[in-house]
């Protein structure tokens, strides 16, 4: 499966070659519940999926990183 997934890019063109949007965002998956706000124990994931223009989505790519930097975002296929 893994090397399945390395095929897939996110973003191009769709259906009709109609744009592609990929939209991202940042997730705290786990970890204990804790008093107050902060990401005691949790793991930092980044999720970005695609977004056709009649509102369907496409494929979804996640990734574990260390900190929501920049080049984490950039690293994401």
């Given at each position: 499966m893994t090397e399945r997934e390395t095929r897939y890019v996110l973003g191009g063109s769709g259906?009709?070659?109609?744009?592609?949007?990929?939209?991202?965002?940042?997730?705290?998956?786990?970890?204990?519940?804790?008093?107050?706000?902060?990401?005691?124990?949790?793991?930092?994931?980044?999720?970005?999926?695609?977004?056709?223009?009649?509102g369907r989505m496409g494929h979804v790519a996640m990734r574990t990183v260390v900190g929501f930097t920049s080049k984490a975002v950039r690293a994401l296929p």
């Open positions: 259906p009709g070659g109609a744009p592609v949007v990929v939209e991202a965002d940042d997730v705290y998956l786990g970890g204990e519940r804790n008093q107050g706000s902060g990401p005691g124990g949790k793991t930092r994931v980044i999720a970005a999926t695609e977004r056709y223009e009649n």
